[in-house]
Structure formats: C-alpha cells, structure tokens
C-alpha cells in the first residue's frame, strides 16, 4: 500500500528559482559576452566557496548593515559548533584567498568570480534570496586611474550589450578621518531632528549615523535633504583624489552625477564609490556598483592592501539586456539527423560525430521505429537550422537528403540530395550563405 503523505509535490523555496532551457539560453550567451569583456581587460578567474566563517561577513561587510543584521543565512556547524554563513555577496571571500594564499606576492592581481550569492529577504521582481553577482576585484592597486578604469570598463559593457539609459553615479567617502568628523556632524544633526527617524534609523544612529542615509522611508528621505554633505567634510587629499577620478571620466567621456548621499550598503568602502542606475527595472534600479576598499584587507588580518571593484547583478543585467534586444529562442542544435531503419540509424550516429568533429551541434534522434512525421516534428521543436534524412535509399545510394528548417527567401530550395562525401563541405556552405553563422 502507498503512503500518500509523502507524494506531496516539492517544489523550489520562494526567492530561489529555477532557471529553465528556454531561458538559459541567454544566460550561457551573456555568460560567453562577460567571459571575453572581462579577459579583454586581463581579468583572471578566481573560484571561491559558497560557505565561510560568518566572522568573515561581520567583520567585512560590517554588523551595522542590513546584510548582516537581517539577511544572511547562518548555522551552526553540527560537527564543531562553527558558525557559517552561506555567502551574500562575493568581494570577503576572495579577499580571504588573497590573504590566505599569498597570492599578492609577485604582483597585484585583477580578478573575477561569477556565481550565487544567498540573501533572506523578501523576494520581488529584481530581488530574490538567491540570485547571481558577476564580481570584479582589482586588488593592490591604488591611485584614482583604477577607480576610474573600473567606470570605464562598466561603460564599455553597457556599449557592448547595446544597453541605453543607463547613469552612473558617483560619490567621494572620504579617507577613515573624513568619515569620522563628518559621522560627528551628521550625528548632532540626527539628534536635533529625532522625532523625524523611524525605529531603523533610531537604531543605526549611535552604531553607524551614515546607514541612515540608506533610508528607504519617505519620511527620513526628506530629513536627509536637509542634512549636511559629505564632500564638504572631505580633507584636500580627498578632494584631490575624487578630482582626478572625475578628470578621468571627463577625458574617456563617460558622463557621470555626483550624488551626495551614496555612500553603498557595505562599510568596507572608502573614497570612490559608484552606482549604475536605471529605470527600466522599476523599484531595483541598481544594476552595478562598488567602489574602493583600502581597509578589507587588514580588517579581515591581513596587510594595509588597495583595492578595488564592483559587483554586477546578473540577473537584473539579463532583464535590462532583454528588455533591449528581445529574448532569445531556444536552439539546442545546428542539425537534427532523421532516419529510417536500424542500419539508417547506425550511419546517422557514424555521422553525426563526423559533423562534430567538423564543429557542429548535432541531434540523432532517438527512437527507432517512431514515423518520419513524429521525427520532423522534434527537428522542428529543436529549432535546428537543417535537418538530415538517411533512408533505405541514402543508405544505399551514398547520399543524404538535405531539408532546410529555417528557410526565408522563396527562391531556396528546401530539400536536396548530396553524395555523403561532400556532406559536410554542403553543410558548411549552406549554413554560412543562408544563415551566416558558421565559422571556419
């Protein structure tokens, strides 16, 4: 007798979502677009784990931040009692490596990891508890000429993506001194107008005064107008430096807004910081931000290291990339090779590696005794370009009959017979004149 309680339907927890062939397929082709931008700039992959000590994110990210007050995932380890976190953003873990393994020791490093990040919040369109960051961390290197590189970098993906309407914002945070005299400032300022601060704000305003100005209540947004500026508590040095970030820009043409209340939502930054925003995404405007962080490399026990870098939200640069050039259709293969009887099929096998090794992407079907209909139909489902037909007849006159799926012009022929041994020069001639993609 079956047990009906355990044939309950699983399914994926909510902000964790599956992504399904009819869409993966444009993640695999902007994984491949990232790949190259990122190596054109000579950028090195680094793989980090999804699980580290949870003191890795305190004392990175900061305690007085939404991340680590209300958002990660954490345990304790049953085996030692270790607390761990699954990770919530990327930037600490490949700061640990470096640290860990030295691997500063010849050279500064530029570098990139892609992968999932886990966050506990409360999921909408463009926010889920698990979603995917593209991090880029340029490490040992100092100077406003990086920071800027970085910008300029962004900039040519959004031109390679063919993505419009986006803006870049900019704000200088000063050196650890700046931060602290104007934190004094802002404090007093906080405290004459308290009655106006909601519960969170209250909270953060002798822990950490300039989370508030991450305020999302509408109510300390229009406190926050009125508050003093950073920039005009910043030393000469700083100045200095954020002038020359932007005399940067101006000289690559990269239009960029200062915006005084950036300031990021991690505590590890420190001087530039930036933000590219759209609105196009509606509520989740951000697409890309980061900035430098001098101070994350002796805050987690290493050397006083520069750096710098910014992270990516892929799946938001994925709805940004589709909302300009259109989703993708689904192509599992070049070619889909029918056939009819068993020693059919065994040559369409024989074949099929032939045309691999000559760098197609090749579907036989599978089934033996299913009608050519039925095999017509999952060519056609497969969206193959080109389907190939061995019969009783191919198999014994040594040709191949050739049906074109994807036929545009009227005057093309949609179906001819080829001797086998110019099969795969027909092949590669015909995809290339009538559909452009093959390449030699």
């Not at 259709?329 to 070619?335: G, L, S, W």
Request: glycine content about 6%; aromatic content about 10%; overall charge neutral.
């Amino acid at each position: 007798m079956v047990n009906n309680t355990n044939t309950k339907k699983i399914l994926a927890i909510r902000g964790m979502n599956d992504i399904l062939p009819s869409r993966s397929c444009d993640w695999v082709c902007l994984e491949n677009i990232l790949l190259n931008w990122l190596h054109s700039y000579g950028y090195s992959n680094i793989r980090v784990p999804v699980l580290e000590q949870t003191s890795l994110f305190q004392r990175g990210i900061g305690e007085v931040t939404d991340i680590v007050e209300k958002e990660m995932y954490s345990f304790r380890d049953s085996y030692n009692n270790d607390s761990l976190t699954i990770r919530p953003e990327i930037t600490a873990g490949i700061v640990r490596a470096a640290i860990e393994h030295n691997i500063l020791y010849e050279r500064p490093r530029r570098l990139y990891s892609i992968g999932p990040v886990f966050r506990h919040e409360r999921p909408q369109l463009g926010r889920y508890r698990q979603f995917h960051q593209v991090d880029i961390e340029a490490i040992g290197f100092d100077g406003p000429d990086l920071d800027a590189e970085l910008m300029i970098m962004v900039s040519r993906l959004w031109k390679i993506l063919d993505i419009q309407d986006i803006k870049l914002e900019l704000n200088c945070l000063g050196s650890y001194q700046d931060r602290l005299n104007y934190k004094e400032v802002l404090l007093n300022f906080f405290e004459k107008n308290i009655d106006h601060l909601d519960d969170i704000s209250k909270k953060r305003l002798y822990s950490n005064p300039l989370r508030i100005l991450d305020s999302k209540n509408p109510t300390v947004r229009s406190l926050i107008e009125e508050a003093p500026v950073l920039l005009d508590f910043l030393s000469d040095d700083s100045l200095k430096y954020f002038d020359s970030v932007c005399g940067f820009l101006k000289s690559n043409n990269i239009q960029y807004y200062i915006n005084n209340r950036l300031v990021r939502g991690l505590d590890y930054y420190n001087l530039t910081v930036f933000e590219w925003t759209t609105d196009k995404l509606g509520s989740q405007s951000t697409v890309c931000g980061g900035g430098r962080y001098d101070n994350l490399f002796s805050m987690l026990g290493g050397k006083n290291i520069p750096a710098a870098g910014f992270a990516i939200g892929f799946e938001r640069l994925i709805e940004l990339w589709n909302f300009y050039k259109g989703t993708s259709k689904t192509k599992d293969c070049d070619i889909y090779i029918t056939h009819r009887g068993l020693i059919a099929q065994k040559l369409s096998f024989n074949y099929a590696e032939k045309l691999r090794d000559s760098g197609f992407k090749v579907i036989v079907h599978c089934g033996l005794n299913d009608a050519l209909k039925r095999q017509f139909r999952m060519a056609d489902l497969s969206n193959a370009t080109i389907a190939i037909v061995f019969g009783e007849d191919e198999v014994k006159n040594n040709f191949a009959s050739i049906k074109l799926l994807r036929v545009s012009h009227k005057d093309n022929v949609n179906q001819e017979k080829v001797p086998l041994e110019q099969l795969i020069p027909f092949l590669k001639d015909k995809i290339k004149n009538n559909f452009g993609f093959y390449d030699e």
